[in-house]
């Protein structure tokens, strides 16, 4: 009985390894670029904004307070960003503010607000979004509702395209998405949104917002959105709120300011 030659053998295991890994890498390849998937382009970033921070907390409710909510909730969209091979930064990653202690700009607050712009010019994202949980007086006011830049078509697109995942997930009275001339999306120089997830001082938002399954949701339905958007998905209409009057209240006064959304310290 002939025996073959140990290297015959070892040759043929070889190209069959070889062949295993070549059919594995052209699958993850194909994986990667399956329809629906977003083909990201070189230099596509996002950068996602926990609002607040440090010893400005922003909204809160008993113990809840609103930069630890956003800071949660930035963090899962950021993971989904990545996950989608999207590149996704965070302007915090911990409990604090970004006030850069320049004693030339007044108010800790508007310094706060500057660094952030300055680090969006510095990151120079497709897409900014900044994440924030609103408050109302009473159970009046509830849902999601989305910022955008007034005189950004782009940005508008994002809003629309974000708030029809989340109004799913946090549906209420105002669910909309509105221009505003809040400090950061007049100082961006990039489409970004503002994203108030849902009102801390209405039970059933709060129970979305504080609970881990809800934040999931939340930030599932805000990174389809962005993911939507960079698709080039279009803007899903009609999706402006005809006007913000039924929703007025002290609510207003303080949506209306334009250097801090409803809860700015
Ligand atoms: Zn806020």
């Given at each position: 009985m002939s025996r073959r030659p140990i290297w015959?053998?070892?040759?043929?295991?070889?190209?069959?390894?070889?062949?295993?890994?070549?059919?594995?890498?052209?699958?993850?390849?194909y994986a990667g670029t399956l329809p629906g998937r977003p083909a990201p382009r070189p230099g596509d970033r996002v950068l996602v904004d926990p609002g607040h921070g440090g010893i400005d907390s922003g909204c809160h409710w008993d113990q809840l307070f609103e930069k630890d909510l956003t800071l949660r909730m930035a963090v899962l969209v950021k993971n989904r960003l990545e996950e989608a091979g999207v590149p996704a930064f965070l302007t915090r990653s911990s409990d604090r503010d970004l006030d850069p202690l320049e004693p030339s700009i007044r108010g800790r607050h508007q310094?706060?607000?500057?660094?952030?712009?300055?680090?969006?010019?510095?990151?120079?994202?497709?897409?900014?979004?900044?994440l924030h949980v609103n408050a109302g007086t009473g159970e009046r006011l509830s849902g999601a509702m989305v910022f955008y830049q007034a005189q950004s078509p782009e940005s508008r697109r994002l809003a629309a395209l974000i708030l029809e995942e989340l109004r799913n997930v946090v549906p209420g009275n105002q669910n909309g998405i509105l221009s505003a001339d809040f400090y950061l999306l007049?100082?961006?120089?990039h489409?970004?949104?503002?994203v108030e997830a849902g009102f801390l001082t209405t039970a059933?938002?709060?129970?979305?917002?504080?609970?881990?399954?809800?934040?999931?949701?939340i930030a599932e339905a805000v990174a389809t959105g962005i993911l939507a958007y960079l698709r080039g998905q279009a803007a899903p209409i009609p999706s402006d709120r005809p006007?913000?009057?039924?929703?007025?209240?002290?609510?207003?006064?303080?949506?209306?300011?334009?250097?801090?959304?409803g809860c700015g310290s």
């Open positions: 015959v053998i070892s040759g043929w295991t070889l190209l069959a390894l070889l062949g295993l890994l070549l059919a594995a890498g052209v699958a993850l390849i310094r706060d607000l500057q660094a952030r712009a300055e680090l969006a010019r510095q990151v120079r994202p497709v897409a900014m979004v900044s007049r100082s961006v120089p489409p970004t949104v503002l059933r938002d709060r129970a979305t917002l504080t609970s881990p399954d809800g934040q999931e949701r006007s913000l009057a039924p929703a007025l209240g002290g609510f207003g006064r303080d949506r209306l300011e334009p250097d801090t959304d």
